[in-house]
């Protein structure tokens, strides 16, 4: 069988296309050369999801989604291969260091909204794994791509994470995609998606509650 090209873009490439992983038999460090075609690649990528949220203000943070991928990239090959990484994790899936604005949120989520499945096949295999911790961090930061997966957001201050209107619009739409009941029954989120479904509410979501700030 021929060795892939390039285990990491492949990786990537067939996530995104099929949302599916291949698993290869050793780790290997990802070149610069691949994080070059890697930056190609997800400014299209970014491109066509922009032109569906309507908005021109907002470019690819191709660092940022970069980042990402070796995230997802490494997480992924993790699953199989554990010998000799146990003092090398945070190397593997290192701290986001940039700012974290819209763009480098929607730009990370290219990749990391496939971080979730990748975490629970982690806690099937080894629910004390160490390397899962450090992935919910990444997914609490960077939430929006954690939509339907169990975090820790009682920190966020919701007036303003959301008030970009481009990322509320995005936000909402994905709680409802996920049926995230946690999330909608957080109370401003509550009164945005009651506001959006306005008298529909029930073609939209029937089961959920309306939340006041006493519930």
């Not at 780790?27 to 032109?51: D, G, P």
């Not at 970069?66 to 995230?71: D, G, R, S």
């Not at 008030?163 to 909608?184: C, G, H, P, Q, W």
Request: aromatic letters at 10%; glycine letters at 2%.
């Amino acid at each position: 069988m021929t060795e892939p090209k390039s285990p990491f873009l492949d990786t990537i490439f067939l996530l995104r296309k099929k949302e599916c992983i291949t698993l290869f038999s050793n780790l290997k460090e990802v070149s610069t050369q691949e994080e070059q075609e890697a930056e190609i690649y997800f400014e299209a990528e970014f491109e066509k999801e922009r032109l569906e949220f309507l908005s021109d203000q907002l470019i690819c943070d191709k660092a940022t989604a970069v980042w990402a991928a070796k995230v997802v990239y490494h997480s992924a090959q993790l699953y199989l291969i554990r010998e000799n990484t146990a003092n090398n994790l945070e190397n593997l899936i290192p701290r986001f260091k940039g700012r974290r604005e819209v763009s480098t949120i929607l730009s990370a989520d290219l990749s990391l909204r496939f971080l979730p499945e990748i975490i629970l096949a982690l806690n099937s295999v080894d629910p004390e794994d160490p390397l899962i911790p450090l992935l919910e961090d990444i997914l609490t930061e960077f939430h929006y791509s954690g939509i339907g997966y169990e975090l820790d957001l009682k920190r966020v201050n919701w007036e303003e994470e959301l008030k970009d209107n481009t990322y509320r619009k995005l936000y909402l739409e994905r709680i409802v995609e996920k049926k995230d009941y946690k999330l909608a029954e957080v109370p401003l989120i509550n009164r945005l998606l009651i506001a959006e479904f306005g008298m529909h509410k029930d073609a939209f979501w029937r089961e959920l509650k309306i939340i006041t700030e006493e519930n």
